[in-house]
């Protein structure tokens, strides 16, 4: 009987020991799956953040841009230029000159 229970107990080491390998085996390809798709996360969101950067740096320029146009308008020359373009206005004196069409 000792013989018995014996092998039954070694028997039960066994299954216990491929279950447990079973189970950790089945971590190891679940955490390898994880991984492989956090770096492919990890490279899509690289890519967005140099996008971005690019994006920020251009509105930068966008805003020194629109800055220089700012201090533009309030120069007199620009008071000038749209005096005569929008609006037709002339020095007197001064003589236009238009293309027949």
């Known amino acids: 009987m000792a013989r018995k229970a014996a092998y039954r107990k070694e028997r039960q080491n066994r299954l216990a020991?491929?279950?447990v390998t079973t189970v950790v085996l089945m971590m190891m390809l679940v955490v390898t799956f994880k991984s492989v798709e956090?770096?492919?996360k990890?490279?899509?969101y690289m890519e967005?953040?140099?996008a971005l950067i690019q994006e920020i740096e251009a509105e930068k320029e966008r805003t020194v841009e629109i800055e220089e146009y700012g201090k533009y308008t309030q120069t007199k020359k620009f008071v000038e230029e749209v005096a005569k373009e929008k609006l037709g206005l002339v020095?007197?004196?001064?003589?236009i000159f238009k293309d027949e069409k």
């Open 48 to 50: 967005r953040e140099e």
């Open 17 to 19: 020991m491929l279950l």
């Open 38 to 40: 956090l770096r492919q």
């Open 42 to 44: 990890r490279h899509i």
């Open 91 to 95: 020095y007197e004196g001064e003589i």
